[in-house]
């Protein structure tokens, strides 16, 4: 077990060592473009792939040069780890549980209302300067751009993506053509032909985005689920190499017996002064 659990420890660290070193390469990249997207997601790469390296460095010293310290510093290291993605992982799931598409009659797809999901989510949407970055996003993907050439046919029979369908069009229920005021969607009034403006203020834009958020944040929750077992399993073999590491420390292989003294019992001269006096008698 001592050679099995150290090897496995280190063979596994070493690959997520050499694994961190692209995301930290893709970061620094991003770092340098001057796409306002690609700088909205340099931290979290960076910080990820600083951490993934500090872990893998320590878990590999201490499995395989047999340093107790490292691998003590490896285990709390992972604990916190596997404790902050099973917090994560319940989050997403609890702030993600809300929303969805309505159907729009005689339409493949779907509009959002910004309502329909949670409050955490809302907030951030609303938040100025979050939506500019995220506004920012939309304009230089050129989402809307796509539906330049889609015919009055295609919007009947053609699916969106959410981004799409409540960034790139004013809602269905829009109607431009009548002759006397009639209380309409809010959105209805903030839509705008000029392609830098469209519906990006719109509250459909948003739920949009957000309905983006929310599918993706369920596949990575699910992702988060087998990380957790695999670290899980990964942390549990690290308790084994971290024991055998002491044990290797302290000069006693496994099995043999380390006691050169045995104190006696309290009671054990008295039990042998017994003895000897009935051996006396008899």
Known sequence: MYRFSNTVIGFLNLFTLLASIPIIG???????????????????????????????????????????WALWVYLVVMLFLIATLMGLTIFGFVVTSQGGGVEVPGRAYKE?????????????????????????????????AKLAAWTPLDYLERDMSPIQSGCCKPPTSCNYNMATAVAQDPDCYRWSNTPALLCYECDSCKAGVLEDV???????????????????????????????????ETDHPYGENRMTKVRPRWDYYWWRWWQDKR????
């Open 112 to 144: 959002y209302r910004l309502e329909d999901y949670s409050p955490w989510l809302r907030n951030r949407v609303k938040d100025p300067d979050y939506w500019r970055t995220i506004r920012s996003c939309i304009l230089g993907s050129k989402t809307c």
């Open 26 to 68: 893709g970061g620094l990249w991003m770092a340098r473009s001057s796409t306002t997207c690609e700088g909205f997601l340099q931290t979290p790469l960076l910080v990820v792939g600083f951490v993934v390296l500090i872990i893998s460095l320590a878990g590999f010293i201490g499995a395989c040069f047999h340093v107790a």
């Open 279 to 282: 051996e006396q008698l008899y």
């Open 214 to 248: 929310r599918r993706d944040w369920r596949k990575l929750s699910v992702l988060n689920i087998v990380m957790l077992v695999f670290l899980i399993g990964i942390y549990s073999t690290g308790c084994c190499a971290f024991q055998n590491t002491r044990r290797a």
